[in-house]
């Protein structure tokens, strides 16, 4: 294809119109760097096989062409991925910024030794707005796990605590988050109110995209639709409310939002399962970390060691135990997960017998 021709498949999109989805001069240099042949677009939402995409101008469904569905499953478009694509087909999968995944539910008992199945939520995600309900959502211990989640991916956290309306003193959260959540955000909202309206608006300015994920029930949707001003997405209805685990929204979905961004709402998570070490402990535990700094050994875990600052901010009431337990078992959860990618599963097995017979020699001595 000569240079003539790749430049002309951009322009037949208006990178203006592409620009309220989203679309940027960094997109535009990928694009121009790959050898594309359609129109760009925007994927909306994914409705099983089908894909609604946009380009600020129409929305139409597509289906992955053939040369899309056998590539591997990087490549297969998700909410938020910028494609190639004419009236019926996907052609191609822009390179991504980033992608916001994790490890498909269940997948991380799976004991053939297979590698942990990645399941994509987002593409291209500016923020990731980590949604807790200031009820029985509550709790420290699932948002280090989202804090590891997001940094693990590369992408930028906000945590918004909803249901303010609950609590006659909400502020005495946002410091406990705060506590657990260095530099992080920490936004308090309402759906009665409407607090922390312009406070959440700062990521969903022009050309922003922001994702929302979060349990289900955590108020995701009402939070969509107090921004939006309208109720643009489904919440659950009280009735509703008592049948336990459904998810009302079902698909992922980019809202098209009137502060001239775009927001993802998503199906609450059951489980936060990672899906490979991207070092984001370092950053969700940076207290630890520099705790750590201090030990007498360098490969400290933390746990019995002699000379270890860790421990010893515990005892000193420095560190909750409780924050030590969560980090450790993350740690252990990622290490395990890139030993795995380092290694073939077979060679991993046949360590852990060689470590278990040393164990039983040792003890027979
Ligand atoms: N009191 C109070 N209730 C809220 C608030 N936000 C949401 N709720 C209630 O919480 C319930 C769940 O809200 P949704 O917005 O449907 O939750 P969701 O996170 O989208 O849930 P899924 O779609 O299942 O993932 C609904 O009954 C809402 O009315 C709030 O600010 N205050
Ligand atoms: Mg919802
Ligand atoms: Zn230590």
Redesign the pocket.
Known sequence: MTENTKSQTIISSSPEKLSLLGWNESFESTAAAADLNGRIARVISVQRNLFLVGDGQEEWLCAPSGRVLKSNNGDYPVTGDWVCANETVVTAVLPRSNILSRAEAGSRYSRNGSITREQPIAANIDTVLI?C?LDRDFNLRRLERYLTLVYNCGLNPVIVL?????HDDPEQYVMEVESIAFGVPVIL????DERGRSELECYLGQGMTAAMI??????????ANMLYGNDI?A????SS?VGKG????TTRELIRMPQGGLLM????IREIAFHEDGHGIENSFADIQELAENCRFADCSHGHEPGCAVLQAVESGELAPERLESYRKMKRELDYLSMRRNKSADRVEKERWKDITMLIRNMKK
Do not use: C, E, F, I
Not at 214 to 223: I, P, Q, Y
Not at 235 to 238: G, K, L, S
Not at 246 to 249: E, G, K, N, P
């Open positions: 949604v309900g909803t249901k303010a309306d609950l909202s309402s759906m009665q979060g349990s289900s029930g955590a108020g995701k949707s009402t939070l997405q919440t659950r209805t009280v409310s459904r998810h009302t929204t709402d998503n199906p609450g």
